[in-house]
């Protein structure tokens, strides 16, 4: 059986599309009937997030730690005491594609770590131009292939065994992810770090995690440089009066 984790804080408005996304990636061909568990631990909620999720099949846990830490560790156990033998992870505010399994196990290691696309730029520029130029920012420091060296818990694999010996996740508030793999690496864990298993998450600018992902996008949105309106070119023979 393979276990799908997503945790949840007031997530209703982007929780449906997740979940269909993931449920699509359940059912591939590929994967040959195999169960899939979708566990969405629902940390500190006060909208209709469990509302959808019920609605949508997936196993709700309700706390309040208000910690991605503890809300993937908690997640983690539950699959892992249903008989799960591979363990993914991804966000609430994060669609994976079809064959987002598949392409984690195609990779026969005790890890995977995947890329993230970004979604909807244009939250952070009503105009499109700032948000343009924020994604060409990003893709420019970012690594679309294999061998790459990013660690995203929207888009994270790892078999039970391999997660149990590293001792799971560390109840973090945020960085929770990073110091996973950390800890796979140092319990000599065979970690593949493929483009192959893809994911589009949001651009969202009111974050969750206060420190991780969306709080990175948002100070590099606020290091560019304003853009500045062209002087007017003065008309040919025109001296403008000073003041």
Known sequence: MIGV??????????????????????AHPALCGEAVQVVVVLDSCSDGTEAVAARLGAVCLVLDARNVGVA?????????EAGARWLAFTDADTVV???????????????VCGCVVVGDWHTHGADG???????ALFDSRYTHADG???V???NLGVATEAYRRAGGFAPLACSEDVALVDALAAAGARIAWSAG???????????????GFGDTLLAMVASLAPVTAPMPTPLLGFTPALP
């Open 5 to 26: 984790v997503i945790p949840a804080h007031n997530e209703c408005e982007r929780i449906g599309a997740a979940l269909a996304a993931v449920q699509l990636a359940a």
């Open 197 to 211: 298993p893809r994911v589009t998450t949001s651009a969202r600018t009111d974050a969750r995690a206060r420190g």
């Open 72 to 80: 993937r560790a908690r997640g983690a156990e539950c699959c892992i």
């Open 152 to 154: 995203h818990g929207a």
């Open 129 to 135: 131009e700032r948000g343009e130029r924020a994604r």
């Open 97 to 111: 594609s079809p064959d987002w399994l598949v392409m984690q196990l195609a990779e026969q290691a005790d890890a």
């Open 148 to 150: 790459h060296r990013h």
